[in-house]
């Protein structure tokens, strides 16, 4: 069994929702609008940031959510909560996640 192709498959309660607010200001009258929840439940101050980052376009609140997703399953996989990440060595042991595969914070 594979553990990396293992942990890739579990969501960690994590996923990536589609909302659509009404937005009258708008020329289509609705916003289209992507969150991250966790158990089902909005992660408060990721989806704020998600918000701040889409104000223009929504394609880019879908590619920073897929992208943070990752970031945060990852987390989820090594037990870190993502207000913990304060050490170099995490983001470096992520780089190295993407580049080869699963590896251990030092």
């Known amino acids: 069994m594979d553990l990396n192709n293992n942990r890739r498959k579990n ?12 937005a009258p200001k708008q020329s289509t009258g609705e916003l289209i609008q992507y969150y991250i ?9 990721v989806n704020r940031w998600i918000e701040t980052i889409s ?11 897929y ?12 037990e870190i909560h993502y207000k913990k ?4 060595a995490v983001i470096e042991s992520y780089v ?3 580049l ?4 251990e914070i030092t």
């Open 37 to 45: 929840t966790e158990d089902g439940l909005p992660m408060y101050e």
């Open 96 to 98: 190295q996640f993407l």
């Open 11 to 22: 969501t960690y309660g994590l996923k990536v929702e589609q909302s659509i607010k009404k």
């Open 55 to 65: 104000f223009n376009s929504y394609l880019t609140g879908e590619a920073y959510s």
């Open 100 to 103: 080869y595969g699963d590896t």
């Open 85 to 88: 990440v304060q050490s170099k």
């Open 67 to 78: 992208a943070l997703l990752d970031f945060l399953r990852f987390l989820k996989s090594k």
